[in-house]
């Protein structure tokens, strides 16, 4: 194998495909990136077996020479010396040669590197997701639903399909939900699908949806998701990304989701937000970081106390109350967790009672959904 | 600290003397109070005529039997005994309002600073003596000294209808040749262990080298150290409360069902817990006793994390330790008994939180469930209300009806 690339180019596919590298493999070769030459271009491969990415540089972009390939071939050059290398290399193209015993040779400028490569033949070939079920989504509102829902997923491995989202479409709906048992976060959207296609219990890990979100990005150019057996895919442009799903059966959460409430109130973001983030300063982190709504019928308060620090409190009066009074204990990290995701300027909170769960939405935008449980105090 | 003036007060043989009081036909005769049908029932009290024959309170009343065939068994009436007690209370309260009542009979009084009132430790003692003596017709003996351990000791020493002071100089020649037993906090087994370690009088505690001894015996080789040096800073505590609620059934037959056990161990809890609602208080403790056939006793504690008075946690630990003493088809048991300690008034502990959960159940024994708090409510004014027949657990009923 023998290319000159483009030193931008380089680095930005290494960082395209560098979140799939493992961190902790056993297998050598994963701690890699796999590079293939061939009339196309150059292909950057690299997965932890959990997820895998591949971009492809092509030869030329609008006529632009990107890669120039001399000799097709590969090579697989450990992610941490050649990542950390190409960044530092001095000028704006690389050469990089392959020579025999997977002896590979980086110059540019006058720098000359060799470096010891694997064998590309013991790379594991990303999985042929084959199926018809194909989605097409804008890249930045996928982009949203995955970070509007992913904050709920589970950390702990308990219930390990807790620790994904789950993807459902129905009528060209999709829609995702996450939660860890203590909160759930739905969001919903149109996207470009056969009439026809419909599925359910798709959960995809939350890890994995992050990287991807890193990846998509914030413009509206259409991504298409293909969801097979074990697996989906992403494909943006020339980046694929591939997932491996949870196994397992999500619960059931469609009677989870109260549809009536007793009280309910509209507030603006930003004050609720700041009132509740000075509240959770003095909130004892150990238990729960518990703050308190006291809902009147014109006025809400939010207090905190703990018995080390102090307490809080602090009045919104700009707010309509609509049915019973309510105090009401929560965690203000997940509260907080929500409002950071979300970007109406006005919010609706409706509670059923003390010891109910509450739901966040937006007035403006109807495909959101947040629900907290309440902290029971005793 | 100036120098206190303590005072305790034990009344003499209590619910004997109030019996053979009561009845003139008793005195003089070796009365036993305890349940005479129950032959497995234990001793509350007997008469000083009783205690010649060996009879002790504690004492399996097959055995007083035995001991002491023609004595007259008594059952227990406490409802006269508790009336009694009042008595004497409103008796002592006419000293000093600073009195902690340890029992039914028995109590301390702090009289430092009363003397101008009513002369000293000594002379108020007597009074209180005669108060009662005339009042009541009762006995009592008291012991003066300047702080509780040695004011409960003095009291012990010349009973019955003693008056016994003790001065920082009556140490050496009093105190110091008593048994080892006679410490506060001393019991059998620390006994035995002080005796293998050369300790047999409260002098040889008194002289100790403390250091060498805390290797052996921990915090409490500093503890009856003090106590043996005649040093002691507990206040008396007015108003004290009870230090713990109990239940305890001892068995006509030796028991070897563990279901049956713990049906028993429920109707026990029942009671437990609606005392300790009644009283305002709430147990951070719950302990299970029980006697094996060949009278030996184990007890085992539960700590909750958070106090309750609710039968739901109370039943779960107690069934729990039930369970941990890994009761054999073998092991025939003689005695149940259900006690909640460590009480604190309900609502001054400090508020815990718990997250709930959209799947997992909540945990069935939470020591202030809200609504096992409002079950117990509706439940206590009914009984409050109709008596405690009108609601039962069904679990129960049979065994009331037999």
């Given at each position: 194998m023998k290319i000159i690339i483009l030193k931008n180019a380089l680095v930005q596919a290494i960082q395209n495909v560098h979140k799939a590298v493992s961190s902790k493999s056993t297998i050598p070769v994963l701690s890699g990136i796999k590079m293939a030459a061939d009339e196309s271009g150059l292909r950057f491969t690299a997965t932890d077996l959990e997820i895998g990415i591949e971009t492809l540089v092509p030869t030329l972009i609008d006529d632009e020479e990107i890669v120039q390939v001399k000799e097709a071939g590969a090579i697989v050059l450990s992610a941490r010396f050649f990542g950390e290398i190409v960044r530092k290399l001095p000028g704006k193209t690389v050469e990089i040669e392959v020579k025999q015993n997977y002896l590979t040779i980086i110059r540019s400028g006058k720098t000359e590197y060799n470096l010891h490569g694997l064998d590309h033949e013991e790379f594991p070939r990303l999985p042929q997701v084959a199926g018809n079920q194909v989605f097409s989504v804008q890249s930045d509102i996928l982009k949203d639903m995955i970070r509007q829902t992913s904050l709920a997923v589970s950390s702990e491995e308990i219930r390990p399909v807790l620790t994904g989202v789950l993807f459902t479409l129905k009528n060209g709906n999709l829609k995702f939900v996450a939660t860890d048992s203590h909160r759930l976060a739905t969001r919903e959207s149109i996207v470009e699908a056969p009439p026809e296609m419909e599925f359910t219990n798709v959960i995809v890990p939350g890890k994995s949806l992050n990287e991807l979100g890193r990846l998509l990005a914030d413009n509206d150019v259409l991504v298409d998701v293909v969801v097979a057996e074990n697996q989906v895919l992403v494909k943006m442009g020339h980046t694929q990304f591939y997932t491996r799903l949870i196994d397992g059966q999500y619960p059931d959460i469609s009677r989870i989701i109260p549809t009536t409430f007793k009280t309910g109130l509209t507030v603006n973001t930003k004050e609720l937000q700041g009132a509740v983030e000075r509240a959770s300063l003095v909130a004892k982190e150990s238990d729960n970081n518990v703050v308190r709504f006291n809902i009147k019928h014109d006025r809400l308060e939010i207090t905190s106390a703990s018995p080390d620090a102090g307490k809080m409190s602090e009045p919104i009066d700009e707010i309509q109350v609509n049915g019973d009074e309510l105090l009401i204990a929560f965690n203000s990290k997940f509260f907080m967790d929500a409002l950071r995701v979300i970007d109406s300027p006005d919010l609706l909170i409706e509670f059923t009672g003390s010891m109910s769960p509450f739901l966040i939405k937006l007035p403006d935008n109807p495909t959101y959904l947040h629900l907290i449980l309440p902290v029971r105090i005793y | 600290m100036e120098q206190r003036t303590i005072l305790h007060l034990d009344m003499d043989a209590f619910f004997a003397s109030v019996e053979q009081r009561d009845s003139p036909e008793l005195r003089g005769l070796p009365v036993i109070i305890a349940h005479p049908t129950e032959l497995r029932g234990v001793v509350s009290t007997c008469s000083y005529e009783a205690r010649r024959f060996g009879v002790h309170s504690a004492m399996p009343t097959s055995q007083a039997k035995r001991l002491c065939p023609n004595g007259v068994f008594i059952a227990p009436d406490h409802r006269k005994y508790s009336a009694v007690s009042k008595q004497m209370m409103a008796i002592l309260a006419r000293y000093t309002p600073l009195i902690e009542k340890l029992s039914v009979d028995e109590a301390f009084l702090?009289?430092?600073?009363?003397e101008r009132l009513f002369g000293d430790g000594v002379t108020m003692a007597r009074r209180i003596k005669e108060d009662i003596s005339r009042e009541l017709n009762l006995t009592a003996s008291v012991g003066i000294s300047y702080n509780k351990f040695l004011a409960k000791l003095a009291s012990d020493l010349e009973k019955p209808d003693g008056l016994v002071p003790i001065t920082p100089s009556d140490l050496e020649t009093?105190?110091?040749?008593?048994?080892?037993?006679?410490?506060?906090?001393?019991?059998q087994k620390s006994a035995e262990q002080l005796t293998r370690l050369g300790l047999r009088t409260i002098g040889d505690v008194a002289q100790m080298n403390v250091t060498r001894m805390r290797t052996y015996l921990g915090s409490l080789a500093d503890h009856i150290y003090l106590l043996a040096n005649g040093r002691d800073e507990r206040p008396v505590q007015p108003n004290r409360e009870a230090k713990s609620i109990g239940q305890e059934t001892t068995f006509a037959e030796d028991v070897r069902d563990v279901v049956f056990l713990e049906t028993t161990l429920l109707g026990q809890v029942e009671k437990v817990a609606r005392r300790l609602r009644q009283s305002g208080f709430e147990a951070r403790t719950v302990t299970l006793k029980l006697r094996y056939a060949p009278w030996q006793t184990i007890t085992r504690n539960h700590t909750f994390a958070h106090p309750t008075d609710l039968e739901t946690p109370l039943y779960t630990a107690v069934k729990g330790l039930l369970a941990k003493c890994g009761l054999s088809r073998e092991d025939a048991i003689r005695l149940i008994g259900v006690t909640v300690g460590n009480l604190v008034p309900k609502g001054t502990v400090e508020e815990q939180t718990q997250q709930l959960s959209l799947f997992d159940a909540p945990t069935p024994t939470v020591e202030t469930d809200p609504r096992q708090q409002e079950l117990s409510r509706v439940v206590d004014s009914l009984k409050d209300k109709f008596g405690d027949k009108i609601l039962t657990r069904a679990r129960l009923v049979r065994r009331e009806e037999e």
């Open positions: - | 702090d009289v430092t600073g009363c009093r105190v110091h040749p008593l048994p080892i037993s006679r410490l506060w906090g001393v019991g």
